[in-house]
């Protein structure tokens, strides 16, 4: 039973546009949120977190979404950049922020043409 | 700063070996937790260490099992090999436990 589902294994999208992850969830227990980038070869490079008290998150040009009601999170990427293509992963922990525990989605391939 | 290495990078064994990997993680910190990818099954959680103790454990058989030293440096040992348990194994660090966690780049087992 899959705890943090992300729908669409792939997205593509053109350089400048923006980028939309989903990610959702079905623990309701779940209190902090992470995105995790992953390039080929390498290990997953933490990109942005939101705890459930919050429903916004920005940096830079990464922004994360949280929907309590729809048990439902996204990240978006404005603009996006070639150098941005990867497979994102989302991730849930009921633990407060203490990460330890991370129970992660399977992941969405980005490609962003030039 | 040196970021979390984890050793061996690439591993054969045969079903029904053990298997020893080595996680030493980036200088100050004390939390580490081990991932098992696989395509199917995606990232899932082995365990977690903190202080050489075990604070949490994932759904894994009892085969896999972990320590943690003093120096915070952590292992993970697979015994009796099946095919299935070919994946990477990724590590990951954080300076505490409530801190963002750093992942190494992983040691890709292939089981024959």
């Known amino acids: 039973d899959q705890q943090v589902k992300q729908n669409s294994p792939s997205l593509s999208v053109q350089e400048g546009r923006i980028s939309i992850l989903n990610c959702d969830y079905t623990n309701s227990m779940f209190d902090y949120f992470l995105w995790y980038k992953k390039y080929p070869a390498e290990g997953p490079t933490f990109l942005i977190s939101?705890?459930?008290?919050?429903d916004k998150n920005e940096d830079g040009r990464f922004t994360v979404f949280l929907n309590k009601s729809a048990k439902h999170l996204s990240l978006h990427i404005v603009p996006s950049q070639p150098g941005d293509s990867a497979v994102y992963f989302c991730a849930a922990s009921d633990r407060g922020g203490s990460q330890g525990n991370l129970i992660f989605g399977k992941g969405t391939k980005l490609s962003v043409k030039p | 700063k040196a970021g979390v290495t984890q050793t061996p990078r690439y591993l054969i064994k045969t079903r029904g070996q053990q298997v020893t990997l080595s996680c030493s993680p980036i200088?100050?910190?004390?939390?580490v937790s081990w991932y098992q990818q696989t395509p199917g099954q995606g990232l899932q959680f082995l365990f977690e260490?903190?202080?050489?103790?075990?604070?949490n454990k994932g759904n894994f058989p009892g085969r896999f099992s972990g320590r943690q030293f003093s120096n915070s440096r952590s292992e993970m040992n697979v015994s009796t090999l099946e095919l299935g348990d070919s994946a990477l194994y990724l590590c990951a660090t954080a300076r505490d436990l409530n801190y963002e966690q750093y992942f190494g780049p992983g040691t890709r087992l292939t089981v024959t």
């Open positions: 939101i705890s459930s008290i919050k």
């Open positions: 200088s100050g910190h004390r939390s």
């Open positions: 260490y903190f202080s050489e103790t075990q604070r």
